[in-house]
């Protein structure tokens, strides 16, 4: 059984670029969240999907970051016009019930 | 305020110790404990968790949680090179939150 999978793992981004961050559930699993970890900082929410629903978005900075996590892929983070602040690794977890969350191995993310 | 203080160590202890790792938070509404553990450049694992006060206890690892004092401890015993990782506590309710991490090194 396959654990949660993101991609890329690295990701080279200059200023103004797009970036796309993936990231697939445990089979089964239909909660997914998304983290933020700067250096020397810890795990910062950001937001927590359901199936084609966002439940909690109370972490994501309103302007040029989005989420989606549609019926069927991947869920998706999207970052427009990416700055230099935006570098950090990006973490997804998913769950079933709510309680437990396994993590992805992470995208770390470099705006040049 | 921060939701969650955590000592960012790092600590450093010889192979065999006793490791006590704490965390205080604000929330009276946390409910649940979790404690993860993530080695460099890896996504965090989840160790073990609690639901409101009391102690968990698997294997090496004992969970502890006193909500009168909101305060939260992970002890390992008999502490392995293994353990060598950042240790991060992360209590919940319908908020996420986690703790900065403490670096752990375990030195054979």
């Known amino acids: 059984n396959a654990g949660v999978m993101q991609n890329p793992r690295h990701l080279v981004r200059r200023r103004g670029q797009e970036a796309r961050l993936r990231c697939s559930p445990m089979?089964?699993?239909?909660?997914v969240y998304w983290y933020r970890q700067l250096p020397e900082e810890g795990l910062k929410f950001m937001v927590y999907?359901?199936?084609?629903?966002?439940?909690?978005e109370s972490g994501m900075p309103k302007e040029r970051f989005s989420a989606e996590f549609p019926k069927e892929g991947p869920s998706i983070l999207r970052i427009q016009q990416v700055v230099r602040g935006d570098s950090a690794a990006y973490f997804c977890a998913s769950s079933h019930f709510g309680v437990e969350q396994f993590f992805g191995p992470g995208t770390r993310l470099t705006v040049l | 305020q921060k939701e969650v203080e955590q000592d960012p160590g790092p600590l450093s202890v010889p192979e065999g110790a006793i490791v006590s790792l704490n965390c205080t938070y604000s929330n009276s509404a946390f409910q649940y404990f979790m404690w993860y553990r993530q080695y460099s450049r890896k996504g965090p694992e989840l160790l073990m968790y609690t639901y409101s006060s009391g102690n968990k206890e698997d294997g090496r690892f004992t969970a502890q949680v006193d909500k009168s004092s909101k305060y939260i401890s992970l002890f390992i015993r008999d502490s392995q090179p293994s353990d060598s990782a950042t240790y991060l506590c992360?209590?919940?309710?319908?908020?996420?939150?986690f703790g900065t991490g403490t670096s752990l090194t375990v030195i054979p």
């Open positions: 999907l359901q199936k084609e629903n966002i439940i909690d």
């Open positions: 992360a209590p919940r309710s319908n908020q996420f939150y």
């Open positions: 089979k089964g699993h239909s909660h």
